[in-house]
């Protein structure tokens, strides 16, 4: 069975520093690996994913991640913290196809001016 | 629909009563999920449907909780005789795979449903 870890539960940064959030995974095959963001009242908006190829991925507000099979790992990464960042942030591991994604228990970040 | 649209938002019932929860889908996508996120666990899997079919319901946690897909796209989750411990937020969420290439799926999430069982 696919397992995803989360092990901050909640990570505090000052604003302008750098972040890095961890996830580990757990999945027999190669998985396809995602990160989550939800802002409070919100559902979950999608930063970034892994399907293949570099294992370095780009996202949307300036987040990255990198894959690294050797360590069962998907840390999501970005250089300088903005406010509005501060949110819950959830990793999922997945397979081709339409079967579900499970999802890690999120880190949430605080952000401190 | 431009993104996934749940109702309602916010649904306060008493211990007991049944509750419907409604989402509905992006338009197009022929794949829809349930999740239940409950304080410090996480997404919970409830429900996958392809289409109005539910090849995986090993999710739902009773035979309370039940599902249903109509034409395609809207989909209702009910819950029978409500418990406390049911309270959380209910986020669905819909998926294509022409959004994921060649069949991966990437999912899009709805708001939520809050659920407060009194």
């Known amino acids: 069975a696919q397992s995803v870890t989360q092990p901050d539960i909640h990570i505090t940064v000052s604003e302008g520093a750098s972040l890095e959030l961890r996830c580990n995974y757990s999945?027999?095959?190669?998985?396809?690996l995602f990160w989550y963001v939800q802002s409070p009242g919100q559902g979950l908006q999608l930063l970034l994913k892994?399907?293949?190829?570099?294992?370095l991925v780009q996202g949307i507000k300036g987040f990255e991640a990198e894959f690294k099979r050797s360590q069962s790992s998907f840390n999501l990464r970005k250089p300088s913290v903005h406010w509005s960042d501060a949110a819950e942030y959830f990793c999922?591991?997945?397979?081709?196809?339409?079967?579900?994604?499970?999802f890690g228990k999120g880190t949430m970040l605080l952000v401190s001016p | 629909g431009a993104g996934v649209s749940q109702s309602p938002s916010n649904k306060v019932t008493e211990k007991g009563k049944d509750v419907e929860l409604r989402c509905d889908p992006i338009?197009?996508?022929?794949?829809l999920y349930w999740y239940r996120q409950s304080l410090g666990q996480g997404l919970e899997f409830l429900i996958y449907?392809?289409?109005?079919?539910?090849?995986?319901k090993s999710g739902l946690p009773s035979d309370r909780f039940s599902a249903e897909r109509t034409g395609g796209s809207v989909s209702t989750l009910t819950i029978q005789r409500t418990q406390q411990e049911d309270s959380a937020v209910y986020l669905c969420?819909?998926?294509?795979?022409?959004?994921?290439?060649?069949?991966?799926?990437?999912?899009?999430f709805g708001a939520g449903t809050r659920l407060s069982v009194l």
């Open positions: 338009s197009g996508h022929t794949a």
């Open positions: 969420a819909s998926s294509s795979r022409l959004a994921g290439g060649d069949g991966v799926n990437i999912q899009y």
């Open positions: 892994y399907f293949s190829g570099d294992t």
């Open positions: 999945y027999g095959a190669t998985p396809y």
């Open positions: 449907f392809q289409g109005n079919s539910a090849p995986d």
């Open positions: 999922a591991v997945g397979a081709r196809g339409y079967s579900t994604l499970t």
